[in-house]
C-alpha cells in the first residue's frame, strides 16, 4: 500500500477520542487564540480564560497568532490617546499569565500589526514587539524577532518545540527586512525553506508546533469562501467583488501572490514531513483539517467571528467565537480541543475534542489513528504488551523487481520511449538490510525530506546519521492536488523511466577517484520487521540506496569530509556576503560542474548541493568545498517520440538525452545557470580546461570499468555495457564540451 492511501485510511479513521484510554494528565498544554485587533476588546471572555488558566496543574503555553492590538497596528507614543488605548489592549492579554507561574504566554504579528499591511508596516510590527519585550522582559514573547521572517524556535517543554514564523513578511507589500541592514538569519524563500526544513529534520524526540498567521489550508473568507450574502450585497457587483477575492485578491486573501508563495512554501515543506500541527489565525472561525499526514488549524475567532465554507475533509469546521488547544502527553499522544463562548463571563465550553497522533507506546496494530513520527521511542512510559505483526524471516538476500508498473506496450514504446524499461523491469538479486549489525546498528528516527524520493533517515549507535532512499520516484507529487488522480499522473510517472533504477552506484564509484566530496550508496531492501517502528507499513520491502547524509560535526564524529561545518546553499551565499574572506573552492565546484556534464546530470541546481567548510588555516574566513547530492537526473534517455520532441532546445530546456555526443550544453546546464555566475564567474578558459583534463587524467578506462562493474550483475548486459560505452566516449570529448559552455 502507498503512503498516500495509508495517511488517507488514518485520517479516515479518527475518532474524537484515543483508541486506549488516556488516563495520566497532559505533560504539557497550548492555549492558541488569535484576532483581537479589532473592535472592543472581550474582557469578560479574556476573565474567563484567565480563570481556566489558573486552575491548570500542569505547565501550559498561551499563543497569540496574531492581529494583536488594532486595525493598523500600534501607534506611535506621539498619538497619546491611540497610543494609550492599544497598548491597554496589549496589558490586557499580557495579564491572562499574570500571577500563574505555570504558563507563559508568546505573541505572533499579523498582517494588521505590521499596519494592516500598510506602508508603515515594519515600523509597527518593530514597535509592538518592542512594547511587549517591555512588559516581559527576558523571555523573548514576541516572534520572530525585528520584523523578520523567522522561522524562530522556542521549546517551552521538554516535549513541546514552537517553530515561529512570520507569515505576513511573506505578503507584505512594502518594506520588510532586507540585507545589509538587518541580522535576519533568512531573509529570502529559499534561506526560509532550508532553515525550516533543518529544524524540522533536527526535531527529534519532541512535537513540532508550526506557527503562523496566515492559514495555508482555510475554510474561511480569506480562503476564498464567501457567504451568499456577499454576492447579492449588491447583486451582481458583490459577486464580482467576491470573485476578486476568490481569483486575484487584496495582500490578505489566499489567492494574492505573496500568500500564494507562503501557502507553496509551506505545503512543500509539510508533505515531506508527516506529524506537524500547524496553527494559524487569520479567519475569523475554528477550523482542524488534516492534510497529508499534518493538521491546519486555524483559531482566530477570539474576539468575533465570520463564514466558513463547507469543507468535508474537516474534523472541525465552525462559525464560533472561542480558542483552541493542543494538549501533549508524556507517552507522544497528542489531542486538541475546540471551546465555545457561550456569552457573559461564562468559562467557554467544549465543542470538539480529538486525538491527532496516537502514541508509539500504544503498539495496537488495529488502530487507524496515525503514531506521533516525532516520538518515536515511547518517553517516558513502560511500553504495555500488545499484539504484534510477525517479523518477516530476515533473508540474508532476495530476488526484486525494481519498477514492474513501468511495462509499457508498442505504442507507449513510440510515444514515451524504451527508455530504460528493461532495466526497472529485470528482477535483480539484491541484498536485504540488517538493521542490527549494519554500521553497528541502525535506528529510523524520520522520514527525508525529497519531494519525489521515498527516503528514511537512519541514526547508528554511534550517532553518525544516513539516509535510505528509494530506487523508484514519486514525481507525480509535484502536481497539484488536484491533479493527481487526473491522467496526467500515470503519464508523469512513466517519465520516471527515463533514468537508470541504479545510476548512483557507478556514479559515486567514479567519484571515488576524485576529489570530490559525495555520499556513497549502496543497494540494500529493507526488511520487513518491527525494527522500523512506526514506519514499517510504508517502507517494508522497500528498494533503495543507503548512504552517509552529510552533516555537521558531532561531539564524538568528525562533519562529513572531515569538515568543520556543512551548509546548504542559501546559507552558503549569506555566509559568503557576510564575510568576504569566506570563499568557494572554485576550482574544485569547476571539477564537479565538469563532472555533472560528463554524465549528464542537468539536475544541479541550488537545492543539490550542500557545503563542507573548512578553516582556511593561517588565512582568515572558511573556504566551502561543494557536495553534489541527488543523481537522480544521471545518464537519463528521452528516446520517445514526445520525449525526444521535449528534449529539444526549443522545447524544454533543462533536460538532456545520455548519448555518446553532447548535444544541447545549454540546456545541460540550464537549472545551474545561477549558481555557476554566482559562484565561478572568475574562472578563465583554462581553468574550465584544467578541470576537464583532471576528470580524463582520473577516470582511466579501468576505472570506468570497474565504476560500471557496481551495477547489479543482472544489469551488466542491458544496460550496464551502454553506459560505458557512451562515458568514455563523453570523457574524451569532454574539454570541448566545457569549452562550449565557457563560450
Known sequence: MTLRFLTALAFLGLATTSVSAQTAPPAHTVFLLGNTAEGDLPTARLQALHQTLAQQTRPFTVVHLGDIVANEGLAAKKDTALSQAERGRADALIALVKGLPLGKIYFLPGDKDWANSGRAGLKAVRRLEKYIEQQLPGQNAFLPTGGCPGPEVVDVAPLVRLVAINSPWFTHPYDR???????????????????????????????????????????????????????????????????????????????????????????????????????????????????????????????????????????????????????????????????????????????????LFRSPCNADTASRLPINLFILDCPGVTQTPAERRPNAPLQAATVVVPGPEYKAGAGKRLFIGPLYRTSWLEPVRVPTLNLKTEKGGLRPFGRGGGRQTTSLKLIAADSSEYVFRSVDK???????????????????????ATANPYSALPISALLDH?????????????????????????????????????????????????????????????????????????????????????????????????????????????????????????????????????????????????????????????????????????????????????????????????????????????????????LKARLQALPRAVDRYYR
Open 514 to 726: 576524485t576529489d570530490i566530496l559525495h555520499a556513497r550508496p549502496r543497494l540494500f531492501r529493507l526488511p520487513d520487521s518491527d525494527q522500523l517502528g512506526p514506519y514499517r507499513p510504508d517502507y517494508a520491502g522497500l528498494l533503495g540506496t543507503l548512504e552517509d547524509r552529510p552533516g555537521d560535526p558531532k561531539p564524538n564524529l568528525p562533519g562529513f569530509g572531515q569538515s568543520a561545518e556543512v551548509r546548504r546553499s542559501y546559507s552558503l551565499f549569506r555566509q559568503l556576503y557576510k564575510d568576504h574572506d569566506n570563499r568557494v573552492d572554485a576550482p574544485n565546484l569547476a571539477r564537479a560542474r565538469a563532472f555533472d556534464m560528463l554524465v549528464a546530470d542537468f539536475g544541479k541546481h541550488e537545492d543539490n548541493w550542500k557545503w563542507a567548510g573548512y578553516d582556511q588555516g593561517k588565512h582568515k574566513g572558511t573556504i566551502y568545498r561543494p557536495i553534489p547530492r541527488d543523481r537522480d537526473q544521471s545518464f537519463t534517455l528521452w528516446n520517445g517520440l514526445l520525449t525526444y520532441l521535449a528534449n529539444r532546445e526549443w522545447a524544454v530546456p533543462s533536460i538532456e538525452d545520455f548519448q555518446a555526443e553532447f548535444h544541447d550544453i545549454k540546456s545541460l546546464n540550464w537549472p545551474a545557470r545561477h549558481l555557476d555566475r554566482f559562484l565561478l564567474q572568475r574562472l578563465t578558459r583554462q581553468d574550465w580546461q584544467d578541470a576537464a583534463t583532471y576528470l580524463q587524467q582520473q577516470l582511466t578506462p579501468a576505472v570506468i570499468d570497474e565504476a560500471t562493474a557496481q551495477l547489479p550483475a543482472e544489469i551488466q548486459p542491458i544496460s550496464g555495457q551502454d553506459i560505458n560505452r557512451k
Open 474 to 496: 514519486d514525481v507525480t507529487t509535484i502536481l497539484p492536488p488536484e491533479l493527481r488522480n487526473s491522467f496526467v499522473a500515470p503519464i508523469l510517472k512513466d517519465i520516471t
Open 177 to 355: 527586512p532586507e540585507a545589509p541592514d538587518t541580522d535576519c538569519k533568512a531573509l529570502s524563500k529559499e534561506e526560509f525553506r532550508e532553515q525550516l526544513q533543518d529544524i524540522i529534520d533536527d526535531t527529534r524526540g519532541k512535537n513540532l508546533l508550526l506557527l503562523g498567521h496566515h492559514p495555508v489550508v482555510t475554510n474561511g473568507v480569506y480562503g476564498g469562501h464567501e457567504p451568499l450574502s456577499r454576492h447579492l450585497s449588491p447583486p451582481v457587483l458583490g459577486t464580482l467583488y467576491a470573485a476578486y477575492r476568490q481569483n486575484v485578491g487584496t495582500p490578505r486573501d489566499l489567492a494574492s501572490p505573496g500568500y500564494q508563495a507562503l501557502r507553496k512554501e509551506l505545503l512543500n515543506t509539510l508533505q515531506s514531513n508527516p506529524g506537524v500541527v500547524y496553527a494559524a489565525a487569520h479567519d475569523f472561525s475554528l477550523q482542524l483539517t488534516p492534510v497529508q499526514g499534518n493538521y491546519h488549524l486555524v483559531a482566530g475567532s477570539f474576539a468575533r467571528s465570520q463564514h466558513v465554507g463547507v469543507n468535508s475533509s474537516s474534523l472541525y469546521n465552525e462559525r464560533q467565537e472561542g480558542y483552541a488547544t493542543l494538549e501533549y502527553f508524556a507517552d507522544g499522544t497528542v489531542k486538541s480541543h475546540f471551546y465555545a463562548f457561550a456569552g457573559g463571563d461564562q468559562p467557554a465550553q467544549e465543542t470538539y475534542a480529538g486525538t
